[in-house]
Nanobody
Framework: EVQLQAFGGGLVQAGGSLRLSCTAT????????IGWFRQTPGKEREWVTY????????YYADSVKGRFTISSDNAKNTVYLQMNSLKPEDTALYYC??????????????WGQGTQVTVSS
């Protein structure tokens, strides 16, 4: 059974940093791309970033380029999202997700629970 567990959300002031982590079980980690979506009430869920664990290629939404960095530790089956220079508009429920890289970002099939990130101004 595929399971994705996300950790690391919290409250931070604008300009601050947070690191999220997502630990995956139930599938061959290196065969998948893992990443993050986020959603705020009344808005559509948007993809943020993902990493292809097979070759380490990373992808970022324009809204987070230069501020967020995704990385993976294949030995720990864990993906990390380092979020720097946070802005109030980054406030959202962040979801960890996984699928083959060809399914990203529009047809991702496996989801973890959300972790709340709140950025105060």
């Amino acid at each position: 059974e595929v399971q994705l567990q996300a950790f690391g959300g919290g409250l931070v002031q604008a300009g601050g940093s947070l690191r999220l982590s997502c630990t995956a079980t139930g599938f061959t980690f290196a065969f998948y791309a893992i990443g993050w979506f986020r959603q705020t009430p009344g808005k559509e869920r948007e993809w943020v970033t993902y990493i292809s664990n097979g070759d380490g290629t990373t992808y970022y939404a324009d809204s987070v380029k230069g501020r967020f960095t995704i990385s993976s530790d294949n030995a720990k089956n864990t993906v990390y999202l380092q979020m720097n220079s946070l802005k109030p508009e980054d406030t959202a429920l962040y979801y960890c997700a996984a699928d083959f890289v060809s399914s990203w970002p529009t047809n991702v099939g496996f989801w973890g629970q959300g972790t709340q990130v709140t950025v105060s101004s």
